[in-house]
């Protein structure tokens, strides 16, 4: 595919990159080495991931991740093509999809929901509102081209008459958005979105916030808006999946009691809910308590997304430009104690933490981060602590990962159920006295996004 590349010379500049090596990238020079090439290794592992690189063999030293998404980007543009972000795809789940698209304003809005295979049905939101619930009460995925459009579809429920001959489609539809609000949902596609953390094109990025700027590179254009953004969710869907975010199973094929269900169990809870009680004060402030749960969950699903992305290959590298996967080499080891040097200064873990260490062979270790320093060779040196021996599982010179620990969807789901038995206590809510204590948390972007929108 062709494209405007004006916008590769402002994302350079600054770079260090001179305007005839650009213009070799542009037209598909592929990066040999920083050093001789003259430019950021972190521009150069991004070219080489796109190119299907083996993420062992990438060279990572100090950068950032905008410079690795501008070597995905410098490549797509070179080839014509998309080039994937991730080596799998992480949309869950295989509900009907249901497309629906939003035109126009206050009363003169028009509403057009497209099912694969049944006729469109196009106009203002009330006489299509109906079709948004189906004789098959099951769950259906919601396609939508964006978040601006998932709001106005939102906005345009509420407007909805409460009581009236619609409100249970209206209720469908306020709880799309608030599953929207759950990264990696199996209730809604997003668009421009999903497309946008699975692959990176050789357009200008901000038009990658637009869903026909996917459709072109996709090869999903149609003549109908809503057939697109059917056809752009199917190919979402294609390739294996991330396999930390199926269902988990013992080796009889039964699921694990008290296990991970996958990450669509969660969605499917929550339908299980919405049925039970579809009108239940969807329009009306949250209580509390609901406020509370509905706050932890989007959090939970924001953590759990996070750490999973980090288990995807070409996810991982991207991620040791930013230090929430260093790579690192076994230096010696002294009964439990293991000394780590990194190939990297970049570091998120904080001594005391607990970490695991992947390794390319084997399985992986849980251990302890006891100190994290620079050496005077100007090496980051990691002293981790492990459950066992560690000379019965490493050997010197192995090279590992340090990564944060697997997310359990479980405990998430065990500590969203504890909270809420909480709040039936009615002493528990009420100001003792007690001081309150000084606990600092990560709060995901999305969930602080999210919020900022209600």
């Not at 070179?78 to 789940?93: D, I, K, N, S, Y």
């Not at 209730?187 to 996917?214: I, L």
């Not at 999946?241 to 199973?249: D, E, K, P």
């Not at 599982?393 to 479980?410: A, D, I, T, Y």
Request: hydrophobic share 45%; glycine share 10%; aromatic share 4%.
């Amino acid at each position: 595919m062709t494209t405007n590349t004006d916008w590769i010379d402002v994302a350079l500049a600054g770079t260090g990159v001179s305007g005839e090596r650009a213009g070799e990238l542009a037209r598909g020079a592929v990066p040999s080495g920083a050093a001789e090439a003259g430019l950021a290794p972190a521009l150069v592992a991004g070219w080489q991931m796109a190119a299907g690189a083996d993420p062992q063999a990438v060279v990572v030293a100090d950068g950032s991740v905008e410079l690795f998404d501008l070597g995905m980007r410098l490549r797509a543009a070179a080839t014509g093509q998309c080039q994937p972000r991730l080596a799998h795809r992480v949309a869950v789940g295989d509900w009907p999809t249901v497309a629906v698209r939003v035109e126009g304003k206050g009363s003169a809005a028009v509403v057009t929901v497209e099912r694969p295979g049944q006729a469109v049905l196009h106009g203002p939101l009330g006489s299509v509102l109906t079709s948004l619930v189906p004789d098959d009460t099951g769950p259906e995925c919601l396609v939508v081209a964006s978040r601006s459009q998932l709001r106005r579809l939102v906005g345009l429920a509420i407007e909805e008459a409460e009581g009236g001959p619609h409100d249970t489609a209206a209720a469908r539809l306020g709880w799309w958005g608030q599953r929207a609000e759950h990264p990696g949902s199996a209730a809604v596609v997003v668009v421009a979105d999903d497309c946008r953390q699975r692959w990176v094109t050789g357009a200008d990025p901000e038009a990658e916030s637009n869903a026909d700027t996917w459709a072109a590179w996709l090869g999903t254009a149609a003549s109908r808006p809503t057939a697109s953004l059917l056809a752009t969710a199917g190919i979402l869907r294609t390739g294996a999946m991330l396999a930390t975010l199926g269902r988990r199973s013992r080796p009889d094929g039964e699921a694990e009691r008290g296990g991970d269900e996958g990450r669509e169990g969660d969605d499917a809870r929550s339908w299980d809910a919405f049925v039970r009680s579809p009108n239940a004060r969807w329009r009306a402030w949250d209580s509390p308590k609901a406020a509370a749960i509905g706050l932890r969950s989007r959090s939970d699903a924001a953590d759990f997304f996070a750490r999973v992305l980090l288990d995807d290959p070409t996810w991982a590298v991207r991620a040791r430009f930013e230090g929430r996967v260093v790579a690192a080499t076994v230096d010696s080891m002294s009964g439990v104690t293991v000394r780590l040097v990194a190939h990297q200064s970049a570091c998120r873990h904080r001594p005391g933490s607990k970490i695991v260490l992947r390794r390319s062979a084997g399985a992986a270790l849980t251990a302890d981060l006891g100190t994290a320093a620079v050496g005077s060779d100007g090496r980051l040196v990691l002293d981790v602590e492990t459950a066992r021996n560690a000379r019965s599982h490493l050997s010197v010179g192995e090279r590992v990962e340090v990564v944060s620990p697997p997310v359990s969807l479980g405990s998430l789901v065990k500590g969203r159920t504890n909270l809420a038995s909480r709040y039936a206590i009615p002493a528990w809510t009420r100001d003792r006295g007690a001081t309150a204590p000084d606990i600092r948390r990560e709060v995901p972007l999305d969930v602080l996004v999210a919020a900022a929108d209600d």
